[in-house]
């Protein structure tokens, strides 16, 4: 039998032989995190290689992730379908092995990690949705949702603010199935990190409440199996383990040292290292009996066996707990889901008094939460503002974590990226609420949920100048238009309480991406819509108002801009002109529609074109063209009260009207 020496060696050679055939990569984690991996791999994470989506496995994140090398070969000894051919192929064009691990792309991946710290916050969200499942689904010693997250981190993670975000929530939850182990090497790119990270981590962690295991010799196995019981036999605490290591450890001439930690070691230092490491076998060849020590799929077949038995005994007590679970964690809606959000469109379509859109969203949550028990909402710190205190929500608690909503305090990027966390653990559709212009703190974790192509949904209120007396800090600008610049994001400007409907049955319905939902601050008319608008309101795009005459213009407006539009349309046939309006809830969605609908919409005729929305103008320039107009913003806001500031900017009915005819006249 190998030893673990030689077992976590495989996972060095593999590592330094890939970064050094791509000629480019971080060989220094992988190198000193082996023989942490090698423990965890082999003493205690439950998978199963043949089923990577196994639903009761223990999800396990690399944080660090540009030490992907690590988990590539972990996954390629332990048996998963990632052949060498694979790993020979590390960082190039359409590999399974990309330069940081891509959930869609490598099978056994969990997360897309590399933006530091965002896979530890995915990590907490992981944990998060096990313990809500867990509260609801386990019975009478019939545990079917029973699993841990395991973290990798480094020094990176720990010091990016998100890591303080998301690992002060894990400790006031008390995620005890966390258990993060940090590779305390002392290195980042720079140079050895003292004069610049000199925080007590270990304090760090206590006071955020989590148990803390210090000083483990990160190359010693016993020390790490010991510190991972201990991690495990605690229940109400997450659990930090403090891994002493050396980055690049094995390499006589790089180890400990930055050199090692994002280039390739050279050859000669390969082969140094070969020598150092007793590895006397060629790049990429592993011996028949270290990878017999690594395999995981008779382990992994037997465990998930033993799961399913288990689980068709639960089935057998609890049915219709077990199909719901079932379906939950499939990813598809209820059976009766259409029925639930048309009578939630059909209460919107009858609305006809003002409001603001962030209000009819909650009467969306109202009449949909308890029927959608996937849904998890959350907001941070503005509950109430943002309207995602849904009627009837269970806020989870430290050690009362069977519920249905998160108060996240003021931390909008680790919200934002526990919610991917979420959804990629399956089970749950999160939504999380914010100001639109704190969307800026979470903006790269909306990224992440777009390049992972996952179903988190973010609610993001206050969507304009209409915020009125707290000024520019708070009034966003640039904040709608720079979210539709993130592809696969789907951003809904709705224009009153059905169309902000139809953006929540869209984003509900959007399997493979996420939803942006912008909602005003104050009230905005309610608009008449035929039944054939009502449908196509959901294109993304659609002729709201058309005038009885052949159109001349076309007014394209969003959001709280709409009801001018529309008032500026009905004043222009007074005076003999003809004006379509179109509603644009959601560019993107519109985009993808065929081009004889969008033709329909937008005849490339009708060039005399206005947009109107309260924000920067530059997007709307793809619409309008050069014949056209933009009634927007391109500067900051102003303090003032929201119908002086609408008035300064020029969003008027009577400014819309002359600026239509300004174009008519050309």
């Not at 590895?279 to 270290?290: K, L």
């Not at 992994?300 to 057998?316: H, I, K, M, Q, V």
């Not at 996937?374 to 974590?401: C, M, P, Q, W, Y």
């Not at 052949?550 to 969003?558: D, L, M, N, Q, R």
């Amino acid at each position: 039998m190998p030893t673990r020496f030689e077992l976590a060696n495989a996972i060095r050679a593999l590592a330094m032989d890939a970064v050094q055939k791509a000629n480019i990569g971080h060989p220094g984690m992988p190198m000193g995190m082996a023989d942490i991996a090698e423990v965890l791999w082999n003493d205690f994470l439950s998978h199963n290689p043949a089923n990577p989506k196994w639903v009761n496995r223990d999800r396990f994140v690399v944080s660090n992730g540009h030490g992907s090398m690590l988990l590539y070969a972990l996954l390629n000894l332990s048996g998963y379908d990632l052949p060498m051919a694979e790993l020979q192929n590390f960082r190039q064009l359409k590999s399974k092995t990309p330069g940081h691990p891509e959930n869609f792309v490598t099978p056994g991946v969990e997360t897309t990690t590399g933006p530091l710290g965002q896979g530890l916050a995915n990590a907490v969200g992981m944990a998060i949705a096990e313990a809500t499942l867990a509260s609801r689904y386990n019975r009478d010693g019939l545990n079917i949702v029973d699993h841990y997250t395991y973290v990798f981190t480094g020094d990176g993670c720990l010091m990016e603010g998100i890591s303080h975000e998301a690992c002060s929530l894990a400790g006031t939850l008390g995620l005890g199935k966390l258990i993060v182990l940090y590779d305390d090497n002392d290195i980042s790119i720079d140079g050895p990190v003292g004069p610049w990270f000199g925080d007590d981590t270990p304090a760090r962690f206590e006071a955020y409440g989590w148990q803390v295991v210090r000083n483990v010799d990160g190359h010693n196995p016993n020390e790490v199996k010991k510190a991972l019981e201990t991690a495990r036999a605690e229940t109400t605490k997450p659990t930090l383990i403090c891994c002493k290591t050396v980055i690049g450890f094995g390499s006589p001439n790089k180890q400990g040292k930055e050199s090692s930690h994002g280039s390739p070691l050279g050859e000669a230092e390969v082969a140094l290292t070969r020598q150092q490491l007793s590895w006397p076998h060629a790049p990429f060849e592993i011996p028949t009996e270290i990878r017999a020590g690594w395999d995981a799929q008779a382990k992994g077949a037997a465990r998930e066996r033993n799961w399913n038995a288990l689980f068709e005994d639960y089935a057998a007590k609890f049915p219709a707990d077990a199909a719901e679970f079932e379906r939950r964690m499939r990813g598809e809606l209820p059976a009766d889901w259409p029925q639930t959000i048309g009578a939630a469109l059909d209460a919107a379509a009858r609305a006809d008094k003002p409001n603001a859109t962030r209000k009819a969203s909650k009467a969306v949550l109202d009449a949909i939460a308890a029927r959608l028990p996937e849904l998890i909402g959350g907001s941070a710190d503005l509950s109430e503002s943002n309207g995602t205190d849904f009627k009837g929500h269970v806020a989870l608690r430290h050690g009362k974590l069977a519920g249905n909503y998160i108060n996240y305090g003021v931390r909008e990027f680790a919200m934002a990226a526990a919610m991917n966390g979420m959804a990629l653990h399956g089970g749950l559709i999160p939504f999380g609420g914010t100001f639109l212009v704190f969307s800026d703190y979470a903006r790269n974790a909306i990224r992440m949920a777009a390049l992972m192509k996952q179903r988190s949904i973010f609610v993001l209120t206050h969507d304009s100048i209409g915020l009125g007396e707290d000024g520019p800090t708070h009034q966003p600008v640039e904040h709608v238009s720079s979210l539709r610049l993130i592809p696969n994001v789907h951003v809904w400007r709705p224009a009153d309480a059905f169309e902000t409907a139809v953006a929540w049955k869209a984003a509900i319905e959007r399997a493979n991406g996420p939803a942006a939902l912008a909602l005003t601050r104050q009230n905005v008319d309610a608009q008449a819509r035929s039944e054939q608008q009502q449908a196509d309101a959901a294109r993304g795009g659609y002729i709201l108002w058309e005038p009885k005459s052949t159109p001349e213009a076309v007014i394209i407006a969003t959001g709280s801009e709409v009801q001018l539009a529309v008032k500026a349309a009905v004043l222009l046939a007074d005076k003999g002109r003809a004006v379509r309006v179109v509603s644009m809830p959601c560019a993107e969605v519109f985009a993808r529609q065929d081009a004889g609908y969008r033709d329909t919409v937008l005849p490339p005729e009708l060039r005399k074109r206005l947009a109107v929305e309260a924000g920067i103008t530059n997007y709307w320039r793809a619409f309008v063209g050069l014949d056209g107009d933009v009634v927007g913003i391109d500067t900051f806001g102003e303090s003032a009260p929201a119908a002086a500031v609408f008035k300064h900017f020029g969003f008027t009915v009577d400014n819309v009207v002359e600026r239509t005819e300004k174009l008519l006249a050309r």
